[in-house]
């Protein structure tokens, strides 16, 4: 295996070091001679823990036509993404051991990203009976993060049996919070836009119940929560009361938000483009700003992208029969130093997208700052290289990006996977 030594990186906000990487772990970091190792300049780049994303839809097994394990994980990769939990809505539904370890092995074939599966929550994602979870934690995927994403587990009994259920080996549950009974036919944000164009809305307050409901089971259980994709000011108010009603008791409660949420209104929605069609929904520019707080005050703990590749004759058709979801993982970094380096910081950043996701996941191998004994999960951000976005170039077997056109800050120039660049100068190694 060829050592590498990384050459006057910014750690973080702090100052520039080398890196020495041999056999996969960083061995030194300071100033390092590096005889005998491949030597990269990292001279302005910035150096961050390996991203890692709660949420990616890698459409494999079923519909291999929209992505695969292995483009996903390219599209991670040159995301700098080295870990990615790959939700369990494909076909068939992973909601056995068999199909997770399928989707665990396509990941370590693939070799680009630690792919790790999450579980459906209810069989066939069916919301009506508890999934094999146990069967699935003890397999070689050996998953802890489990959810019905696409779909909410609305039946509160099946809800408080899951959280009691993945106690036993510190699971998670992570909720796509969507009361069905309150968005049914919905096509978009319920507002002022939704009313203008005569389209069905989906309140906020679908997701703020749902919230607020699961809260009260983790306590009343003392299980762990994890909110997909938190999308409305409401959601965040409910959030930082849980936090405040939780700390130092039974259960536990964190939450996502996308890139997109923290960005794009639903004002986008006027031109009819299936582009901005996503569940949930974007919302207000009051939303995106209380989800921007939130995310900076750390009431939301980390950025998940629900990177959610469609093949062309799914999205790009009317409105009403477009799949909801957007492409993310190679744009989310540039998009949220676009929107919040300053108040963050390169270490508010590594805390958002690789730390506190790392910690949800139970990924103990990922979000780790560069330091000696560590595995070499890393990525090099060159901060000021400006990029447009050119879906064609993208990765992705998909093209349903939001940004096609957009001139993006922050670049990733590298990323190490246990000491493997799986990207250099920008471009995919393998
Ligand atoms: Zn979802």
Redesign the pocket.
Known sequence: MTDYVIKGARILDGDTADLSIQDGVVVEVGRVAGHGAEVIDADGLVALPGLVDL?THLREPGREDAETVESGSRAAALGGYTAVCAMANTSPVADTAGVVEQVWRLGREAGLVDVRPVGAVTVGLGGEHLAELGAMADSAARVRMFSD??FCVSDPRLMRRALEYVKAFDGVIAQ?AEEPRLTATSQMHEGVTSARLGMPGWPAVAEEAIIARDVLLAEHVGARLHV??VSTAGGVEILRWAKRRLAGGPGAVTAEVTPHHLSLTDELVEGYDPVYKV??PLRTEADVAALRAALVEGVIDAVAT?HAPHAVQDKECEWAYARPGMLGLETALSIVIGALLDELGWDGVAERMSRAPARIAGLADHGHDPAPGRPANLTLVDPDAEWTVDPAALASRSRNTPYAGMRLRGRVVATFLYGRPTVLDGKAAR
């Open positions: 949420h994403d696409g796509h997909c994709h569940n949930p629900d």
